[in-house]
């Protein structure tokens, strides 16, 4: 990737990640036009391939910065200080609101990249999964206090069941042309009230 990209104003880097964002959430890897994202993102094709030398590139470089503008996100929400995971995930939730609405394609791009197929980009995205849940369930469990859930709970295979649910109600609203972040959050307010209903302890 060519450094001038960090040299653009913001933005337009702003501009280039959207139009990435966009185009590949519309297709799979190969099916994607690189011309269509150099349109949207006002510039020609040779200029695009003069910041990113060329497509699996520019892809990599998405994924990437999905990875980064999420867990700066989430890191600046303080939700992993919380000794309560409920109030963790309240945290955590207004942080990735607030990027879906500064990158509304962002949700699609990352579910179509997930299951993506290609062997050009496919290895590169697994190690990538692979190492950012790592890191994330691990953080989670480590501040949990077995005393303020329901005596005997497995606390990894709770957040497992939290996790999953949250990726396939995620992955059922993003089959939508329109995303609603207002209805995603009232939704995911009343899923943690739900799950605070059956897993903390009733004398809390």
Not at 84 to 89: C, P, Q, V
Request: with cysteine; charged share 25%; proline share 3%.
């Amino acid at each position: 990737m060519n450094k001038k990209f960090f040299a653009l104003p913001v933005q337009k880097q702003e501009a280039i990640l959207n139009a990435g964002f966009c185009v590949f959430s519309q297709n799979s890897y190969k099916k994607s036009p690189t011309s269509e994202i150099a349109d949207a993102a006002g510039l020609s094709k040779s200029l695009l391939f003069h910041y990113f030398y060329n497509k699996r590139e520019l892809y990599l470089f998405l994924w990437e910065k999905y990875a980064q503008i999420t867990m700066e996100a989430l890191e600046k929400s303080g939700c992993y200080e919380q000794t309560d995971l409920f109030d963790s995930m309240n945290l955590g939730l207004q942080a990735k609101l607030e990027i879906m609405r500064r990158y509304p394609h962002m949700g699609t791009f990352v579910m179509k990249a997930y299951y993506e197929k290609d062997p050009d980009v496919r290895p590169a995205i697994q190690e990538s999964i692979a190492k950012y849940a790592d890191f994330k369930t691990n953080t989670v469990l480590l501040n949990l206090n077995p005393e303020h859930f329901i005596e005997g709970l497995d606390l990894e295979m709770m957040y497992l069941d939290m996790l999953w649910a949250s990726e396939g109600y995620i992955w059922e609203k993003l089959q939508h042309d329109h995303i609603n972040v207002d209805e995603i959050e009232a939704d995911f307010i009343k899923l943690i009230d739900f799950w605070k209903s059956i897993y903390l302890r009733k004398e809390r």
